[in-house]
């Protein structure tokens, strides 16, 4: 009878009056549109008992309605690979929206969340360079997060869209040196000014440049226990530093 409704078959079969008489008894038209309302009802009640939807994958509810899979299952229709899971509608994704559904799966909402970190940490101090072990005040372990993302790209498993976004923000994913980085620093530094006499709060790109050049010498000096290489020793004269020995 669904089937006849639906494409028109039978239609004198189906008459009007016979429609109502079945619509009269509560008659489900659509399957999936009431199993849906069901589930909405059911992410309503989980909203008001939790204040979010960031419902567990192996969440039941004490209807045993399987909530959790229910959420995967049209996240998963929304981002084309539903299975055979039917669309939603524009209706039915706002009704959600409205709820604050989270249309990320947990491993996407993870990445976007140190995504956002990232961006912050950038704006607050102006690079992206930080300790490896540094945390966010929320618990984000985004030193590691950032050495992971140069890792995956090294090895080519580093998604295009990922990617994007990093190198969108001006996030540099190629390995570099360390001592060249900071060397570039210098070297604009004493293109600019004419010599290395760095103000000691000085601080560019997230690097105390005074500091550093006097780590420089000191080693070129052996107070240190680094050694440069002669390049480097020879780089660093070429812009203006000079050790003891050259006295």
Same mark, same amino acid.
């Given at each position: 009878?669904?089937?006849?409704?639906?494409? &028109?078959?039978?239609?004198?079969? *189906?008459? $009007? @009056?016979?429609? /109502?008489? +079945? %619509? =009269?008894?509560? #008659?489900? !038209?659509?399957?999936?549109?009431?199993?849906?309302?069901?589930?909405?009802?059911?992410?309503?009640?989980?909203?008001?008992?939790?204040?979010?939807?960031?419902?567990?994958?192996?969440?039941?509810?004490?209807?045993?309605?399987?909530?959790?899979?229910?959420?995967?299952?049209?996240?998963?229709?929304?981002?084309?690979? &539903?299975?055979?899971?039917?669309? *939603?509608? $524009? @209706?039915?994704? /706002?009704? +959600? %929206? =409205?709820?604050? #559904?989270? !249309?990320?799966?947990?491993?996407?909402?993870?990445?976007?969340?140190?995504?956002?970190?990232?961006?912050?940490?950038?704006?607050?101090?102006?690079?992206?360079?930080?300790?490896?072990?540094?945390?966010?005040?929320?618990?984000?372990?985004?030193?590691?997060?950032?050495?992971?993302?140069?890792?995956?790209?090294?090895? &080519?498993?580093?998604?295009?869209?990922?990617?994007?976004?990093?190198?969108?923000?001006?996030?540099?994913?190629?390995?570099?040196?360390?001592?060249?980085?900071?060397?570039?620093?210098?070297?604009?530094?004493?293109?600019?000014?004419?010599?290395?006499?760095?103000?000691?709060?000085?601080?560019?790109?997230?690097?105390?440049?005074?500091?550093?050049?006097?780590?420089?010498?000191?080693?070129?000096?052996?107070?240190?226990?680094?050694?440069?290489?002669?390049?480097?020793?020879?780089?660093?004269?070429?812009?203006?530093?000079?050790?003891?020995?050259?006295?």
């Amino acid at each position: 009878i669904r089937m006849f409704r639906k494409n &028109g078959i039978r239609s004198r079969f *189906l008459s $009007d @009056e016979r429609i /109502k008489a +079945l %619509d =009269e008894i509560g #008659m489900v !038209w659509d399957v999936f549109d009431y199993i849906w309302e069901e589930y909405y009802s059911a992410a309503v009640k989980y909203h008001r008992e939790h204040g979010d939807l960031n419902v567990p994958a192996r969440y039941v509810d004490s209807d045993g309605i399987k909530l959790g899979q229910w959420m995967n299952n049209i996240r998963s229709a929304r981002n084309g690979a &539903g299975n055979g899971y039917k669309e *939603l509608t $524009d @209706e039915q994704t /706002k009704r +959600l %929206d =409205e709820l604050g #559904m989270i !249309w990320e799966n947990k491993l996407e909402l993870k990445w976007n969340n140190a995504f956002r970190a990232l961006c912050d940490y950038h704006l607050k101090f102006g690079t992206f360079e930080m300790k490896s072990g540094y945390r966010t005040e929320d618990g984000i372990n985004l030193g590691k997060w950032v050495r992971d993302q140069r890792d995956m790209f090294a090895k &080519g498993k580093l998604s295009e869209w990922r990617e994007e976004k990093l190198r969108g923000i001006g996030f540099v994913l190629e390995k570099t040196d360390p001592w060249e980085e900071k060397f570039m620093l210098a070297k604009a530094y004493f293109d600019e000014h004419g010599d290395l006499k760095v103000p000691v709060d000085y601080k560019v790109n997230g690097v105390w440049l005074n500091k550093w050049v006097n780590e420089q010498k000191q080693i070129a000096e052996g107070k240190r226990k680094k050694k440069h290489t002669a390049e480097q020793l020879e780089r660093l004269r070429n812009i203006g530093l000079k050790f003891d020995s050259d006295i």
